[in-house]
T-cell receptor, first 115, second 110 residues
Framework: NAGVMQNPRHLVRRRGQEARLRCSPMKGHSHVYWYRQLPEEGLKFMVYLQKENIIDESGMPKERFSAEFPKEGPSILRIQQVVRGDSAAYFC?????????????FGPGTRLTVL | SQQGEEDPQALSIQEGENATMNCSYKTSINNLQWYRQNSGRGLVHLILIRSNEREKHSGRLRVTLDTSKKSSSLLITASRAADTASYFCATDADTDKLIFGTGTRLQVFP
């Protein structure tokens, strides 16, 4: 059973470009969470999705950031018009049930560098 | 909003010694989890302890939870150089997301 997969592992973008980060949850998991980690800090929650639904986006910046988890395919975190402050590691996690009642399993992360 | 804090921020020990890390949080929880993160890598789940549990063991790991003090501790016994990593506690007060602490950076010298 493959773990949570994220791609790309590293992404370099220039200011103003778009970044697309992909996350494939573990088999059988229908709950996906995105977190952001700045250097030397802990992870900060961004958004929680189930298939075709955004359940909680309270940690997502109001502008430029969006997330989806379509019926088919991976979850996508999209950052439009990236700025240097978006440089961070973005982690995806999945669980078979709502995260508070079960372990969240993390992917290896995508490290975004904005030049 | 709730935020976990780990203590100490950094810890350096020799192989074979025990390492203890503490985590405090602010609001009531359902579960508390500990994760390990090697430098530049993803998070590895170590152990989950539920709010009605006081202690849990997994191999060389021992986790305690004191809900009256809103604190938890992670003990790694007989540490190894491979235990060098950052350790984070995470709580689930809002049931759908994890709130992570700032982490303890553990360095184990051979």
């Amino acid at each position: 059973n493959a773990g949570v997969m994220q791609n790309p592992r590293h992404l370099v973008r220039r200011r103003g470009q778009e970044a697309r980060l992909r996350c494939s949850p573990m088999k059988g998991h229908s709950h996906v969470y995105w977190y952001r980690q700045l250097p030397e800090e802990g992870l900060k929650f961004m958004v929680y999705l189930q298939k075709e639904n955004i359940i909680d986006e309270s940690g997502m910046p109001k502008e430029r950031f969006s997330a989806e988890f379509p019926k088919e395919g991976p979850s996508i975190l999209r950052i439009q018009q990236v700025v240097r402050g978006d440089s961070a590691a973005y982690f995806c996690a999945s669980s078979p049930r709502a995260g508070g009642t079960d372990t969240q399993y993390f992917g290896p992360g995508t490290r975004l560098t904005v030049l | 909003s709730q935020q976990g804090e780990e203590d100490p921020q950094a810890l350096s020990i020799q192989e074979g010694e025990n390492a203890t890390m503490n985590c405090s949080y602010k609001t009531s929880i359902n579960n508390l989890q500990w994760y390990r993160q090697n430098s530049g890598r993803g998070l590895v789940h170590l152990i989950l302890i539920r709010s009605n549990e006081r202690e849990k063991h997994s191999g060389r790991l021992r986790v305690t939870l004191d809900t009256s003090k809103k604190s938890s501790s992670l003990l790694i016994t007989a540490s190894r150089a491979a235990d060098t990593a950052s350790y984070f506690c995470a709580t689930d007060a809002d049931t759908d997301k994890l709130i992570f602490g700032t982490g303890t950076r553990l360095q184990v010298f051979p």
